[in-house]
């Protein structure tokens, strides 16, 4: 098709006008929500939305999901590194995330060994220990912010998980130093001034990142120097081999810090976000509660037992649904295509949102309503969800690698919760913000009224 017609058809496209963006001025500064559901209710499934060198092309829906996410990895129509560039502040230039084409799926096989599920499974320690020492650090009486504190905890799961106790001693520093970078990555894009000169946020950033990257080169050496089995993510790394081809450690280092950070960011946002649901409706935590004490009794928590608790897989599905980290995701279109009676170019930035869809009424029964009992198969009501109208993790080759250690270690939090602890809401109402990733406005404040011992005696 020729550019001119291209031209003309690009100009079609639904969406506000220039000063028309002024009613979107709060979604321009970091805090999309409202923006994006009235831009869908608005405009439809496509919509054109930005301005100056920002500018981007929304498509809503179960459909445009599947689109963009089951796009071929020989021969794609799209593309992510380019619309993904904004997360290299964190996550470096050579991981798997912000790569495309042979470099993506070379990388992505290197480190699947890394997740398989015997591997994952073999994390349920660190994970239940890490839970309990948060847990153990709060004291009646007192108010704390879970949020916080969960991503202390998830952290810490992060780094072990990954390095096993060797740089346990440095969480809290690579904690601090990778926040710095987070909370430059998660601004709105309309905000950011990625230019590296003094006294700016994004030098601020990236500084940060190197601080990290010290550490991470470090462990490297050091298992080069002396291998030692220790059955952690990074030995998976080091060892994993495809093709007769292998990481260099200029890739290990950025896959390390970008499982870190996915795992430290996303996977806290929804654990906090998981307090703060429980919290909001306590009939959904009590039923939580009976079905550890049912499944589990006084055993201590395994991969096997959780597995077992289907309320909580329900639960942890809802919270994914309607509190799910991603807000937004994006690729570069290689060639012109046709959406929704549209015509969309050849390099426009294209964005899907997970929090539209979750929350589309066409898709989802009640879709604000909290709701573990929509996920029971076996219930009169159940509501087969549509394909691609849950994708918290994305999907097609390039979901979320990490997907089962995430629902893990939340199944794991939300049941060791409910068995130790009762807590209080101090605040009613907890907003999102964020762009990258979907935190709780001012964290998850709560009160601590008991604190039981863990299964098996003091922790």
């Keep these: 098709m020729g550019s001119a017609r291209t031209r003309t058809l690009v100009n079609r496209l639904p969406g506000p006008t220039p000063l028309g963006h002024l009613r979107y001025l709060k979604g321009l500064l970091g805090k ?8 869908h209710r608005g405009y439809g499934p496509v919509c054109a939305f930005g301005v ?3 500018k981007y092309v929304l498509l809503f829906g179960a459909e445009a999901n599947e689109l963009l996410l089951t796009d071929s990895p020989r021969n794609p129509r799209f593309l992510s590194r380019d619309v993904l560039t904004l997360l290299i502040p964190v996550v470096g230039a050579n991981a798997m995330v912000v790569s495309d084409g042979e470099d993506h799926r070379r990388r992505r096989a290197l480190v699947r060994p890394a997740f398989v599920r015997k591997r994952i499974e073999g994390y349920v320690p660190v994970m239940v220990n890490e839970i309990h020492r948060m847990i153990d650090g709060w004291r009646p009486g007192h108010t704390v912010d879970a949020f916080a504190d969960v991503r202390s905890c998830i952290r810490r799961i992060a780094i072990r998980s990954l390095f096993g106790d060797r740089l346990k001693a440095h969480t809290d520093e690579i904690g601090r130093e990778l926040q710095t ?19 700016t946020a994004y030098r601020r950033a990236m500084a940060a990142r190197e601080r990290v990257d010290r550490y991470v080169r470090a ?3 050091n298992r080069r120097a002396e291998p030692n089995d220790q059955g952690d993510v990074l030995d998976a790394l080091l060892e994993s081999y495809f093709e007769g081809d292998h990481l260099a450690d200029l890739e290990v280092r950025d896959q390390v810090i970008s499982l870190i950070a996915s795992g430290y960011d996303s996977s806290s946002s929804a654990a906090g976000w998981a307090v703060y649901a429980l919290l909001k409706h306590p009939e959904v935590l009590r039923r939580v509660r009976d079905e550890v004490a049912r499944a589990a009794g006084d055993e201590p928590l395994s991969a096997e037992l959780v597995g077992r608790m ?3 897989g329900w639960t942890v599905s809802e919270i994914l649904r309607l509190y799910t980290p991603g807000v937004l995701t994006g690729r570069t279109s290689v060639e012109d295509f046709e959406f929704g009676g549209h015509l ?3 390099g426009a930035r294209v964005l899907y949102s997970q929090y539209v869809t979750h929350r589309m009424p066409r898709l989802w029964t009640d879709p604000l309503q909290f709701r573990p009992e929509r996920w029971n198969t076996a219930a009169p009501d159940y509501r087969e969800p549509v394909p691609y109208s849950f994708v918290p993790f994305g999907g097609g080759y390039r979901r979320c690698i990490g997907y089962a250690f995430a629902e893990l270690e939340l199944k794991l939090l939300i049941a060791e919760l409910a068995r130790r602890a009762d807590l209080a809401p101090v605040r009613s109402t907890v907003r999102p913000t964020g762009v ?7 964290g998850v404040p709560v009160a601590v009224r008991e604190i039981r011992p863990p299964v098996g005696g003091p922790g």
Aim: hydrophobic share 40%.
């Design 32 to 39: 999309p929500y409202d923006a994006l559901l009235e831009l």
């Design 344 to 346: 969309v170019p050849r």
């Design 181 to 199: 970078a987070l909370n430059y990555i998660n601004r709105s894009p309309f905000l950011r001034f990625d230019h590296d000169l003094p006294g």
């Design 52 to 54: 100056g060198g920002q």
């Design 219 to 221: 462990e490297i050496a």
């Design 436 to 442: 990258a990733t979907m935190w709780p406005d001012g």
């Design 310 to 312: 289907d309320y909580i």
